[in-house]
């Protein structure tokens, strides 16, 4: 029993094996069709390698170890061994081809080694070694061919084709798929196989192609995320037919396969980008959008890994996984992008639905897991083309969508466009079109939206005045924003507030394309900013009213008091004679109070009405200086102080300027300085700064200084340093605060710096005009520094010389004022004649020996100017002094224009009165 199943099991083992009792002939009876070799092959698995060509023929030791082939192609399933294969063929004596080809149906990617021994003769042991495959360069083909081709001898007896396959490096297994070819049935296989080839470029490089002129055309990402696809795709099915060996690395097969090999990685990811991009990502849930992330990742990963392994097997099972990896996550995001109604996703779930069937029918087939068919060898280009194209007609599906949307979106913008109530206008500089919608046509009055003028440009369509400035900005900022101006419509010749926003876009090299804007009629809220401005300003002039008279009450009320109360004490019998000089000096401190404030209020109110004229007029600086000392020094020497003038050379001489009011403010300045230094010197500070152009006056005395919370309040209308100064000193509180009005008006300001109890120092700076040729004083000139000492000196020499008589004309129509002015000339021993206009003054100037002319200015018959002019015309050169009331500096450059030599205001101050006449003796 036991031998006997011993012999069964032996039995069918040799029935598996099939090993070969006798060598099968094929023999070739008709070579009209091709001749498959398959069921005449015998194989040898050799696992280690170690059989040579002398082995197999030389020693039947391993004639038992061949295996007749039984599939329909022969099949290595162990990638790793190599096997051995042998064919005996006899060609009937009626075939008699004139060549006679080995032809190898399968792709060349597929056969890394197959070396064969080809019989040239009728002798076995006269013949040639062939040694090609896919790792060998292209030169080792025996035929100038993309399939691997071998001429077989063309005879009636029987030979043997013995050799080998290995596909150790690749790892699929060895699969020869052997025919036998005549010479016309290799010409007419060749024609055929290149048919399909050049179907299969010529259809990817037309998509290519024309989806590369849109993209060129649109710019847009995924159509280039495609051509990166069907470049790689293109280069994928070149490798695996063999082009790329035979056409670009011909000599270099190790370098050709490893391009391959990163070419399909390469393909699969950029087609997971264009995924990723056709459906605009904003589909994608959390987890598909990190399996697309995954993808990414893992193209990088797997590019990195064949490029550093030499390992082609390695390199190859990475490439695979890699698409196993990706395939699916495509498959399920395309159904998912179905289910959700996502526009072109059918299209991409067909091209996908194809390219996944080639690719697994392909691999399917090259691993062996399916049988080998010439079909099958194609199905990976013929899913590359499939995809390519049902691709290309989903990026047109995608185009034509977004260009519906687009038109649909552009039509509602151009509805919106031409019912906005806002002017809404374009320009492009190329077409020079200006187009507009009917609200900025009726707000700037143009007939037609669309315009077409080859000497136009963005602003001819404003109005004129507005044209340039809108221009400037432009330029400048290269966008308008809510600039508001107003307009005069021609037709109906009524003004309206606009406002513009514009900007402009600008090429790569910065010339401007197109512009665009928004014109507002903002009248209606024009008209109501300005009624709210008239109503603030109304309650502000109010309050201001209210506050003006408020504080002119107190100011006004406190020397009418004092006049009024000691002027009842004075009159009073029981008063002696001490006590009422004392209270008519009360009297005459309060008038003269009283008059500054008067003063004062009539130059604030017309800086703060704005009639107060700023004239442009050329005048010497260092002779203005001295005038406001010569002004100055009474009162310096009345409390025996110190009055210096500096000036820093070098200095313009002549400035345009208002001499006048800058005269004012420096009075205003040095008379505070003066009032407030008990001991000694005022120091007045000239100077130019020629970098800013600004003229200062720094005057600095060793006054009472001011506290630091002073100095906030200090140029406050109605305001002084603090409460006990008025009493201390007098003044109004308007002095400073003028004198920054007219510093302003003028260009500059006021400053101060102070050190309490160790004096003050104010600043005043003006911006003058120079002329071209200014002249610039210089150390060496006769600019000296100012001193009141001899002035003083002077002024006491004269005071003495006033005892001899002289004859004044007083002319003024009112009898009290001449009795008045009358004695106080008595009293410094003059001869007062009298005249009550200007007839009777010119009558006795002529018929008088008149020394000095106190002249009113307002008289009847004729007035004081008047007179004077006569006077003057008549070559009259006594000295003239006009007496009024208007105490501007208008008025009194007015009087000297006419010809006075001076001016005196009323009411007459004694000390002034003195020097006029000081100046006859």
Request: with cysteine; net charge negative.
């Amino acid at each position: 029993m036991l031998m006997m199943a011993r012999l069964v099991f032996c039995i069918l083992l040799l029935s598996i094996a099939h090993p070969a009792t006798s060598s099968p002939l094929a023999v070739v009876d008709s070579l009209a069709t091709p001749f498959t070799l398959a069921p005449f092959i015998e194989y040898i698995e050799d696992p280690d390698r170690s059989l040579t060509y002398e082995d197999l023929l030389s020693s039947d030791q391993y004639e038992s170890r061949w295996v007749r082939n039984t599939l329909p192609v022969f099949k290595g399933p162990n990638p790793s061994s190599r096997y051995w294969f042998r064919i005996r063929i006899q060609l009937n004596n009626q075939v008699k081809p004139k060549t006679l080809t080995l032809h190898v149906v399968n792709q060349p990617g597929l056969i890394d080694h197959l070396h064969l021994r080809i019989p040239t003769a009728m002798q076995e042991d006269d013949y040639r070694v062939l040694h090609t495959g896919f790792l060998k360069p292209f030169s080792s083909r025996e035929i100038d061919t993309i399939r691997y081709n071998v001429d077989l001898p063309v005879q009636s007896a029987p030979f043997t084709l013995i050799g080998w396959t290995d596909n150790k490096q690749s790892g699929v297994p060895a699969q020869l798929p052997l025919t036998l070819l005549s010479n016309n049935q290799f010409i007419q296989t060749n024609e055929w196989i290149q048919g399909i080839m050049v179907s299969y470029y010529a259809i990817m490089l037309s998509a290519f192609v024309y989806n590369l002129c849109l993209f060129l055309l649109l710019r847009q990402p995924v159509y280039g995320f495609y051509l990166l696809f069907v470049g790689t795709a293109i280069y994928s099915g070149a490798y695996f037919d063999g082009s790329t060996l035979k056409w670009l690395l011909p000599n270099n097969p190790d370098l050709n396969i490893q391009l391959g090999l990163i070419d399909s990685t390469l393909t699969l990811f950029f087609y997971a980008l264009f995924v990723w991009h056709a459906l605009d990502r904003i589909y994608f849930s959390k987890p598909l959008a990190l399996a697309f992330k995954t993808i990414f990742a893992a193209g990088a990963v797997v590019s990195s890994i064949i490029i550093l392994t030499d390992n082609l097997a390695v390199s190859n099972i990475v490439m695979q996984l890699y698409s196993a990896l990706v395939m699916p996550i495509a498959v399920v995001t395309l159904i998912t992008a179905v289910i959700k109604r996502i526009p072109t996703a059918r299209y991409l779930l067909i091209a996908e639905v194809f390219v996944v069937i080639g690719v697994i029918t392909f691999s399917l087939m090259a691993n062996g897991f399916i049988e080998f068919h010439p079909f099958i060898l194609w199905s990976l280009h013929l899913g590359f083309a499939w995809e390519a194209l049902l691709l290309s007609f989903a990026l047109a599906a995608r185009t034509r969508l977004a260009q519906r949307a687009a038109i649909e979106h552009l039509e509602m913008y151009q509805d919106i466009y031409d019912k906005s109530v806002e002017g809404r206008f374009q320009y492009n500089y190329r077409t020079q079109v200006f187009t507009s919608n009917d609200a900025f046509c009726a707000i700037v009055n143009i007939p037609n939206k669309l315009i077409l003028a080859s000497d136009s440009d963005a602003f001819s369509y404003f109005p004129i005045p507005i044209q340039k400035e809108l221009s400037d900005i432009l330029i400048e900022r290269g966008f308008v924003k809510d600039f508001e101006t107003e307009v005069r419509q021609t037709e109906s010749a009524q003004s309206i507030w606009l406002a513009i926003t514009m900007q402009i876009e600008k090429d790569s090299a910065g010339n401007p394309r197109s512009a665009e804007g928004l014109v507002i009629d903002i009248t209606e809220r024009k008209i109501r900013e300005a009624e709210e401005k008239k109503r603030i300003a109304a309650e502000s002039s109010n309050q201001a009213r209210m506050q003006f008279f408020a504080s002119m009450s107190h100011e006004f009320r406190t020397p009418l008091t004092a006049i009024l109360g000691y002027s009842q004490i004075a009159l009073a019998k029981d008063t002696d004679a001490k006590d009422r000089m004392q209270h008519v000096r009360i009297i005459d401190n309060s008038a003269r109070h009283m008059l500054s404030l008067i003063n004062d209020v009539l130059d604030l109110s017309k800086i703060e009405s704005q009639k107060l004229d700023i004239e442009d007029i050329q005048c010497n600086l260092p002779s203005l200086c001295h005038d406001v000392l010569d002004f100055i020094w009474i009162l310096a020497s009345e409390k025996d102080i110190q009055l210096d003038l500096e000036l820093i050379h070098p200095l313009p001489k002549i400035i345009t300027s208002d001499p006048t009011r800058l005269k004012q403010a420096l009075i205003n300045l040095c008379s505070n300085s003066v009032k407030f230094t008990h001991e000694g010197n005022v120091l007045i500070t000239v100077s130019f700064d020629q970098d800013t152009q600004a003229l200062s006056f720094a005057i600095k005395d060793t006054g009472i200084g001011l506290k630091e919370e002073q100095k906030d309040r200090l140029f406050n209308a109605f305001t002084q340093a603090d409460s006990s100064t008025s009493r201390n000193f007098g003044g109004t509180g308007l002095g400073l605060h003028l004198s920054r009005l007219i510093a302003n008006a003028l260009g500059g300001d006021i400053s101060v710096e102070s050190i309490y109890g160790s004096g003050s120092t104010f600043t005043l700076t003006i911006q003058p005009a120079l002329t071209r040729d200014t002249e610039w004083t210089q150390e060496d000139q006769s600019y000296s520094s100012y001193n009141n000492t001899a002035a003083n000196q002077t002024l006491t020499n004269e005071t003495v010389n006033t005892q001899s008589q002289i004859n004044v004309l007083v002319a003024d129509d009112n009898d009290v004022n001449q009795q008045l002015i009358g004695f106080h000339l008595r009293r410094l021993d003059a001869n007062v004649i009298t005249a009550h206009n200007g007839i009777e003054a010119i009558g006795q100037t002529i018929t008088n020996d008149i020394d000095i002319i106190l002249m009113d200015m307002d008289m009847p018959l004729m007035d004081g100017l008047s007179a004077v002019r006569h006077l003057r015309t008549f070559n009259i050169n006594t000295p003239i002094f006009a007496l009024t009331g208007n105490t501007s500096q208008d008025d009194i450059d007015q009087c000297k224009q006419a010809g006075c030599n001076g001016h005196l205001a009323k009411p007459i101050d004694v000390p002034q009165l003195e020097a006029a006449i000081l100046t006859v003796q």
